[in-house]
C-alpha cells in the first residue's frame, strides 16, 4: 500500500529492481551457459566462448531496460506499455554499453598518458557517465509518452540527481578509505564496491525523482484534459 501510493518509493524501488535484476539475472546466466560449454575455462578464456555466454548476459540486461520502460509506463498510467519497454530498452541499453566500452578505453589513456591519479580519473569518468545514463534514459521514458518537454525535464532532472548521488557517494567512500587506486585497494575490490555502492544509490534516486515527475506530470492531465486548460 505504502508503495503504490508513494510515486517516489515506488519509481526507486521499481529502477533498482528491475535495471540490476536484469543485470544481475544476465550476468548468471552467462556465467552458467560458459561453464557448459565443452572445453571453456576461466583460466584461459576463449573469445568465442565469451561471445557466447555474453549472448544470455545481454538479453538479461536488455531485458531490465525493458522492464524498466513498462514499469515506468505503468507508474505514469499510460495506455502504450509495449511502447514503453521498447522506449526503455533503447534509452538505457545502447548508451550504457558504449560507456562501458568507452570507459575501458579512455581509463587507461587518462591515467597513462596523463599521468591523473586513478582516483580522479574514476571521479571525472564515472560521474558524467552516470549523468549520461541516467539523463539519457529518463529522456527516452519522455520521449515514449509522445511528450518532448517531459523528455527534457526528466533528462536535466534524473541525469543530474543521478550524477550528484553518484559524486556524493564516491566522494564519502573517499573520506572512509575507499579510494580508488591506493594501496591495497585491489585486494578488497575497492572499485568495484565504490562503483556498484554509486550506481545504485544513483538509481535510487534518480528513480525517486522520476516517479515524482511521472506522477506530477499525468496527475495534472487527468484532472485537466489536454485543450481543457488556459
Known amino acids: 500500500m505504502i508503495l503504490a501510493q508513494n510515486p517516489a518509493l515506488r519509481g526507486a524501488i521499481l529502477t533498482v529492481v528491475t535495471l540490476f535484476g536484469g543485470l544481475l539475472i544476465g550476468l548468471v546466466a552467462g556465467d552458467i551457459a560458459f561453464h557448459l560449454i565443452p572445453g571453456s575455462s576461466v583460466e584461459n578464456v576463449k573469445l568465442g566462448h565469451a561471445a557466447i555466454a555474453a549472448i544470455p548476459a545481454l538479453a538479461g540486461f536488455l531485458a531490465g531496460g525493458?522492464?524498466?520502460?513498462?514499469?515506468?509506463?505503468?507508474?505514469?498510467?499510460?495506455?502504450?506499455?509495449?511502447?514503453?519497454?521498447?522506449?526503455?530498452?533503447?534509452?538505457?541499453?545502447?548508451?550504457?554499453?558504449?560507456?562501458?566500452?568507452?570507459?575501458?578505453?579512455?581509463?587507461?589513456?587518462?591515467?597513462?598518458?596523463?599521468?591523473?591519479?586513478i582516483h580522479r580519473v574514476f571521479t571525472l569518468l564515472f560521474v558524467p557517465s552516470a549523468f549520461l545514463i541516467a539523463g539519457i534514459s529518463a529522456w527516452a521514458i519522455g520521449f515514449g509518452l509522445s511528450d518532448n518537454k517531459l523528455a527534457w525535464l526528466l533528462f536535466w532532472r534524473v541525469g543530474l540527481s543521478a550524477a550528484a548521488t553518484f559524486l556524493t557517494v564516491n566522494l564519502i567512500m573517499e573520506t572512509l578509505g575507499w579510494v580508488v587506486g591506493a594501496p591495497g585497494a585491489a585486494e578488497r575490490a575497492t572499485m568495484v564496491t565504490v562503483l556498484a555502492l554509486g550506481n545504485i544509490s544513483a538509481a535510487l534516486v534518480g528513480g525517486a525523482v522520476m516517479g515524482l515527475s511521472l506522477a506530477g506530470k499525468y496527475q495534472v492531465d487527468n484532472l485537466y484534459p489536454r485543450g481543457t486548460m488556459g
Open 66 to 117: 525493458a522492464a524498466w520502460g513498462w514499469q515506468m509506463s505503468k507508474l505514469a498510467e499510460a495506455p502504450n506499455t509495449r511502447w514503453m519497454a521498447l522506449a526503455g530498452l533503447l534509452g538505457f541499453g545502447p548508451i550504457t554499453i558504449a560507456l562501458a566500452i568507452g570507459l575501458g578505453i579512455a581509463e587507461p589513456i587518462f591515467v597513462e598518458k596523463a599521468g591523473q591519479p
